[in-house]
């Protein structure tokens, strides 16, 4: 499948699942090294080029950060070196998933209190009661 040294970006999209401005985007940041173009200036991308796509791809569906997949890329070209950076990588990113998900527990928390209402008037609704106590806010408990 890569004719001529590689593959349009059409088709590396397709390949990858990443849309053809997110791969451009990719390329502007220096995530993805700008491949050759052809006489007609075409992008072609060869199968290192898709390896790291979809390193990327499955990277960012993990959650992880621009900044982050670009310390595990320069890794992952140093094959002989200890995993430890990767590992510090990852357990850091773990931390901050454990910390949304303390922080959406909380949330929930606080609108099912606002929902435990007896559905009366407007006057009395205990949604517009939390909502406009502005000094109850999850943010102010810590």
Do not use: W
């Not at 950060?65 to 990588?89: M, Q």
């Not at 559905?119 to 406009?132: F, K, P, T, Y």
């Amino acid at each position: 499948m890569m004719g001529q040294g590689g593959v349009p970006i059409g088709v590396a999209s397709k390949a990858t699942g990443i849309k053809v401005p997110t791969i451009r985007y990719y390329e502007q940041i220096g995530l993805l090294p700008a491949p050759p173009r052809t006489d007609t200036n075409r992008r072609l991308y060869d199968d290192g080029d898709m390896r790291r796509l979809r390193f990327i791809r499955h990277a960012r569906e993990l959650g992880f950060e621009i900044e982050p997949i670009r310390e595990l890329l320069a890794l992952a070209g140093e094959p002989d070196r200890p995993c430890a950076d990767a590992d510090r990588i990852a357990r850091t990113h773990l931390a901050d998933i454990d910390h949304k998900i303390a922080r959406l527990s909380a949330l929930r928390t606080e609108v099912a209190r606002m929902t435990e209402c007896e559905h009366g008037s407007v006057a009395d609704c205990r949604v517009i009661e939390v909502l406009g106590d502005h000094g109850q806010c999850l943010g102010d408990h810590g």
